[in-house]
């Protein structure tokens, strides 16, 4: 059983449209980062967040620890925002658990 | 520089053979990660130090793999006997101590194992 389920796994989009990208997991965190995977290979962090909800420019995530939930969403979407986006999660120990990713692809 | 490094790049080797990949975290970030990606595969994790604390080493695909850390700082994934199962992206990223924080990742090393 995979503790972390990410949705959609595919998700093309048309320039200008909202994306919304979900995670759920079944472990007990501390808190989780959405990291960013251009091709190529490099990863970045997105966000980390315990609760709430943060904002970056057009990128909202949001957490309900309760419900161990999150969502990464992208507003007015652009071809540059074309990459594997994972929800890692991570507890009390600094251990992370990893989606398996959700490849986006976002045409002009 | 200011990020997680990650020697060499890219690597190739034969099969069965020995190879090292290294790490150097961030200065003064206790934990240190190291993660593999298979092609089209998601992230999996092989290996975690936190401080002097014993290893967790739950992730290792076989005893065909190891990593230390020396001082703290700097560490070295070990794979023995090189498959060709083996070939994949290794990442390594690091951390500060307990209590959430943010966790940055070097490059990888792309091992090829032919």
């Known amino acids: 059983k995979n503790e972390v389920e990410q949705s959609p796994q595919n998700l093309t989009a048309q320039e200008g449209e909202f994306i919304t990208i979900n995670c759920s997991y079944s472990v007990g965190i501390s808190a989780l980062h959405w990291l960013q995977q251009h091709p190529g290979g490099g990863i970045v962090s997105l966000f980390m967040l315990s609760s709430g909800k943060k904002k970056h420019g057009r990128l909202i995530a949001t957490i309900n620890i309760q419900e161990k939930h999150s969502s990464l969403h992208i507003t007015a979407s652009h071809p540059r925002d074309s990459a594997v986006y994972i929800c890692a999660p991570f507890n009390n120990f600094n251990k992370f658990y990893f989606g398996s990713g959700t490849k986006l692809n976002v045409k002009p | 520089g200011a990020g997680v490094s990650q020697s060499p790049s890219n690597k190739v080797t034969e099969k069965g053979k020995d190879v090292e990949l290294r790490c150097d975290p961030i200065?003064?970030?206790?934990?240190l990660y190291w993660y593999r990606q298979s092609l089209g595969q998601g992230l999996e994790f092989l290996i975690y130090?936190?401080?002097?604390?014993?290893?967790?080493k739950s992730g290792l695909p076989s005893d065909r793999f190891s990593a230390e850390r020396t001082g703290g700082s700097v560490s070295t994934l070990t794979i023995q006997r090189t498959q060709q199962e083996d070939s994949a992206v290794y990442l390594c990223?690091?951390?500060?101590?307990?209590?959430?924080?943010?966790?940055?990742f070097g490059q990888g090393t792309r091992l090829t194992v032919v």
């Open positions: 130090f936190q401080g002097n604390s014993a290893p967790d």
């Open positions: 990223a690091s951390s500060l101590s307990r209590g959430w924080t943010e966790a940055f």
């Open positions: 200065s003064g970030h206790t934990a």
